[in-house]
């Protein structure tokens, strides 16, 4: 492992990762229910979630983990991790995901990754350049 791929590696947080992987392993059970999402709150809380399939278009685990997270009273979220289901592993956020955790939290990192470029904690803007912010429209109360 190089150095350069050590260095980015220190920021990802491995426990984070753990609870997703853990919840994928025992909570994810056929179609409906392939991926776990675990989030840490600003208070250190973790909060897990798995997405909801259905062909209509359920939520994805991120979206879900957003609000159990809002139901347990944590709604500073600062780090995010999917994880699928089979041991498939850390699997990056759909583009609504994307959208949605930049609206809602837009200093959030991000954990995404695999094989030979590991595992990296990344800025949900990186994941969305030149995005569209959802704020930007709404006036300003004064």
């Known amino acids: 492992m190089s150095a350069q791929s ?5 920021d ?4 984070l ?11 994810c059970r056929g179609d409906n229910h392939t991926v776990a999402a675990a989030a840490r709150a600003r208070d250190g809380r973790i909060v ?15 979206l879900v983990v957003i609000g159990a ?14 994880v699928g289901d089979r041991e498939r592993g850390v ?15 837009p200093g959030m990192r991000v954990i995404v990754g695999t094989g030979d470029r590991g595992l990296r904690s990344v800025p949900v803007g990186e994941l969305l350049p030149e ?4 704020a930007d ?5 004064e």
């Open 12 to 15: 990802v947080d491995r426990e």
């Open 69 to 82: 997270a809002a139901a347990q009273g944590a709604y500073e979220l600062d780090v995010i991790v999917a």
């Open 131 to 134: 995005s569209y912010m959802w």
């Open 91 to 105: 699997v990056p956020p759909c583009g609504r995901c994307r959208q949605a955790l930049l609206d809602y939290f």
């Open 6 to 10: 050590h260095d980015v590696d220190v």
């Open 17 to 27: 990762v753990e609870a997703a992987a853990h919840i994928a392993r025992t909570r």
């Open 137 to 141: 429209h709404q006036l300003d109360d």
């Open 48 to 62: 897990t979630a798995v997405n909801a399939y259905h062909f209509t278009g359920g939520p994805c685990a991120e």
